[in-house]
């Protein structure tokens, strides 16, 4: 069974402070993806980034970054410096690498609000 | 690239009655998702569709369900016999068949009254 954990319900931050939100993930399969989801007040649903399970190389794309750690089944995203604009629920998502079977299985989001 | 659109954005409806979604995908995408969002919660997923095929379903989808997508284009998700348990965000998604990432609508948030 898969199941994707956010433990962490709500945070808040004051703007330009860095904060990392944290993913935990149980799967059986050995090839899987991980994703990260942004969702903004107006409420649709935003992609963010796709990992592979057999890369395990950190990313960073601007102010965001990922570090995916196999050996404790994280797959976190901190945002640096953050912005108001970042104010949002973040979702963490799994999804199987089986062709025809790759819907998503989410956490169940971090309420992000960054205060000005 | 038009993203997903969902029509209606909200819609109100008494127990008992019909109603019927609309999900236009991105139109290069040949595969399609339904998922349901309930307060607090994160999207769960329905059905999904290859082309016009519907190849998964949840077991979250009950026989009051029903998806489908005629001509491999849009999509539509009725809900006969609305309850007040089916109050949420509908969510329609697609994607390219050689890519995973899904690309979301803006959803259709039904009130069960």
């Known amino acids: 069974a898969q199941k994707v954990t956010q433990a962490q319900t709500e945070i808040s931050v004051v703007e330009k402070e860095d904060v990392t939100l944290d993913c935990v993930y149980e799967?059986?399969?050995?090839?899987?993806?991980l994703f990260w989801y942004k969702q903004p007040p107006s409420g649709e649903l935003v992609f963010l980034i796709r990992?592979?399970?057999?890369?395990?190389q950190n990313e960073i794309s601007g102010r965001y970054s990922w570090n995916f750690q196999k050996s404790t089944s994280s797959f976190n995203f901190t945002i640096t410096a953050s912005q108001v604009v970042d104010s949002a629920v973040y979702f963490c998502a799994l999804s199987e690498a089986v062709p025809g079977a790759n819907n998503l299985f989410f956490g169940t989001g971090t309420r992000l609000t960054v205060i000005p | 690239d038009t993203g997903v659109s969902q029509d209606p954005r909200h819609k109100i409806t008494k127990r008992g009655q019909n109603v019927t979604f609309r999900c236009d995908p991105i139109?290069?995408?040949?595969?399609l998702y339904w998922y349901r969002q309930t307060l607090g919660q994160g999207p769960e997923f329905l059905t999904y569709?290859?082309?016009?095929?519907?190849?998964?379903k949840s077991r979250l989808l009950s026989d009051r369900f029903s998806a489908e997508r005629p001509k491999g284009s849009f999509s539509t998700l009725e809900i006969q016999r609305t309850e007040q348990g089916d109050s949420a965000m509908y969510l329609c998604a697609s994607s390219k068949r050689e890519a995973y990432e899904q690309y979301f609508g803006p959803g259709t948030r039904l009130t069960v009254t």
């Open positions: 990992r592979n399970s057999f890369d395990e």
């Open positions: 139109s290069e995408h040949n595969r």
């Open positions: 569709f290859q082309n016009e095929a519907q190849l998964e």
């Open positions: 799967t059986r399969d050995t090839t899987y993806y």
